[in-house]
Structure formats: C-alpha cells, structure tokens
T-cell receptor
C-alpha cells in the first residue's frame, strides 16, 4: 500500500485565522515532506522531516509551522497567511533507507486564503 | 547544481498513437531520474524511476522511459496513448544516492484526443 492521506481536502481561511493541515502514512516511511504547488507549476519543497526531526527548511516564512508528532503523522500549522499563500499543499513520504528513495505523494489540500 | 528541463509545455497526440514526453537533465554526478503524473486536483503519482542498469525502464500504466547518458535525456514513452493518459507529467532528478531533494521540471501537459 503506497497511500499517503491528507486532510482536509479543501480549506478556506481568512488572513487572521489559525488552521492546520494533516498528513498520515502507514508505510513505515521515515521521511515526510511538505510541498507547495501553484497552478500549472511544479511542486516546491517546503520542509523535510527525517526520523521525526526537521532536516530541511527551504527558507519558508514563519507563518508556516511544521510539526511531526510521530513517524506516521505530519502537520502544517498555518497562521496569518496571505492571499498569495493560496495553493495546493502536498505531503509526501519516503522510506529514507539510503540508495534511491522514491517519494509517494498524498492527494493534497487545496488552500484558499481570503 | 542539478536541474531538469521539459521543453514542451503541451503535447497533443491522437488516441492509439505512440506518445513521447521529453525531459533533459543536468547533474554533476550520477543522476537518479523520476517521472510523476498528476491528474486534475490530485497529488502526484509515481510512474517510474531510473537508478542504474538497463537504459529502458518500465513503469506503471504501460509507460516506459529511456535513459540516454550521452544526450542527458530521460524521455517518457508509451506505445499506444489512451484518452485517460491526459494529465500533467513531471520529470524529476536527484543527484547522487541518499535523500537529497528532488528537483522537478516545470511539467508537460499531455492531451490525448479521441
């Protein structure tokens, strides 16, 4: 089973709201990723967690705050977002076993910031 | 630095005809190459990857890709296109083994016309 699940599917929030995106995988993968994707563009890497520790932060603004409570879960906490943050947010996971690691993506959360 | 180029924004092909989606890459070390497909409002689905060995890699849904080191290319192919293959296709490269970030091309939209 190569399934990564994400909730919610759609989220509309105001610029003063606080919300969270959730991602879950049960494949025993030890790396999890957040990407941001604008329409008709490739995904842009935001964060990487490996073994529940943040290993890459691609200079993402602090209004995005990732959290990895355990090896199966990844959250992205959102606060004081801007309209330009509206995008598809994709979560991915990979085994992190060395060699060539394949990332498996979830269906994404479509975020609209009003 | 590693990079990927997908020279065509759009590829149109008639159903039943062979299709090719082009990808070229640039890395300083050994390339590890991936193809992903994205259907509307969905996440990315892994199709296939090249690590080493045979230059022709077979993947999901009848797709295959040919690695050509001298031309630094990794074109995606399918002998007979289906209307359901219409989607956005992303080529991605990672330089070296391990878990360095994937670098995605800008994507190619494939339209298969009945």
């Amino acid at each position: 089973d190569t399934e990564v699940t994400q909730t919610p599917k759609h989220l509309v929030m105001g610029m003063t709201n606080k919300k969270s995106l959730k991602c879950e995988q049960h494949m025993g993968h030890r790396a999890m990723y957040w990407y941001k994707q604008k329409a008709k563009k490739p995904p842009e890497l935001m964060f990487v967690y490996s073994y529940e520790k943040l290993s890459i932060n691609e200079s993402v603004p602090s209004r995005f705050s990732p959290e990895c409570p355990n090896s199966s879960l990844l959250n992205l906490h959102l606060h004081a977002l801007q309209p330009e943050d509206s995008a598809l947010y994709l979560c991915a996971s990979s085994p992190w076993e060395g060699g060539v690691d394949t990332q498996y993506f979830g269906p994404g959360t479509r975020l609209t910031v009003l | 630095a590693q990079s990927v180029a997908q020279p065509e924004d759009q590829v149109n092909v008639a159903e039943g005809n062979p299709l090719t989606v082009k990808c070229t890459y640039s890395v300083s070390g050994n390339p590890y190459l991936f193809w992903y497909v994205q259907y509307p409002n969905r996440g990315l689905q892994f199709l296939l990857k090249y690590i080493t060995g045979d230059n022709l890699v077979k993947g999901s849904y009848g797709f295959e890709a040919e690695f050509n080191k001298s031309q630094t290319s990794f074109h995606l192919k399918k002998p007979s296109a289906l209307v359901s293959d219409s989607a956005l296709y992303f080529c991605a490269v990672r330089e070296g083994s391990g878990n360095t970030p994937l670098v995605f091309g800008k994507g190619t939209r494939l339209s298969v016309i009945a």
